[in-house]
T-cell receptor
Framework: AQSVTQLGSHVSVSEGALVLLRCNYS??????LFWYVQYPNQGLQLLLK??????LVKGINGFEAEFKKSETSFHLTKPSAHMSDAAEYFC????????????FGAGTRLFVKA | NAGVTQTPKFQVLKTGQSMTLQCAQD?????MYWYRQDPGMGLRLIYY???????DKGEVPNGYNVSRLNKREFSLRLESAAPSQTSVYFC???????????????FGDGTRLSIL
């Protein structure tokens, strides 16, 4: 079985500060890992994904995430927060066997202070 | 290019009523999904359709049925609505041509459903 834990339901940073959103996963098979962003009253948008090529994955809007197998983590970072980054972020996992059942974390809401 | 379109955007039902949520995508995608989103629980997969003519259960299929009417459309039906089905429902799609990479890629803006 697979699962995802996002540490912190809310994270607040100042504009220009580092953004770090934490995600730990559990999987008995090699995982695919994803980060999605959701703006108010919208659906989710895929930010980036890890599919076993490079461990450091770059996504849209300046975000990146690093897959660390030894720590079972896939934390999302951005060097400098912008007001437009305020949104809810979801980490997700699926298996590399081609399964359709992507498992989502509970989400972390990011607040950006001016 | 509209992407994934869901109708209606909002709906209030009484317990026991039935309803069909509609979803259509104009990207010629093979795979389509229905999720529900509840506070503090992320998204949970209700049903998915890997390709036209096929549907399969996800994590929380009880109380729902689906129809993949054609390649564009994937509807979700609540036969007898219950308060526990109050949620925000999202339809999603993906190209699906790459094996092993089947996560949802494009989402609609959601249907907010309240059941009294």
């Amino acid at each position: 079985a697979q699962s995802v834990t996002q540490l912190g339901s809310h994270v607040s940073v100042s504009e220009g500060a580092l953004v770090l959103l934490r995600c730990n996963y559990s999987s008995s098979v090699p995982p695919y890992l994803f980060w999605y962003v959701q703006y108010p009253n919208q659906g989710l948008q895929l930010l980036l994904k890890y599919t076993s090529a490079a461990t450091l994955v770059k996504g849209i809007n300046g975000f990146e995430a690093e897959f660390k197998k030894s720590e079972t983590s896939f934390h999302l970072t951005k060097p400098s927060a912008h007001m437009s980054d305020a949104a809810e972020y979801f980490c997700a996992v699926s298996d590399q066997a081609g399964g359709f059942k992507t498992i989502f974390g509970a989400g972390t809401r990011l607040f950006v202070k001016a | 290019n509209a992407g994934v379109t869901q109708t209606p955007k909002f709906q209030v039902l009484k317990t026991g009523q039935s309803m069909t949520l509609q979803c259509a995508q104009d990207m010629n995608h093979n795979s389509m999904y229905w999720y529900r989103q509840d506070p503090g629980m992320g998204l949970r997969l209700i049903y998915y359709s890997a390709s036209e003519g096929t549907t399969d259960k996800g994590e929380v299929p009880n109380g729902y049925n689906v129809s993949r009417l054609n390649k564009r459309e994937f509807s979700l039906r609540l036969e007898s609505a219950a308060p526990s089905q109050t949620s925000v429902y999202f339809c999603a799609s993906r190209d699906g041509r790459n094996r092993g990479d089947n996560q949802p890629q494009h989402f609609g803006d959601g249907t907010r459903l309240s059941i009294l």
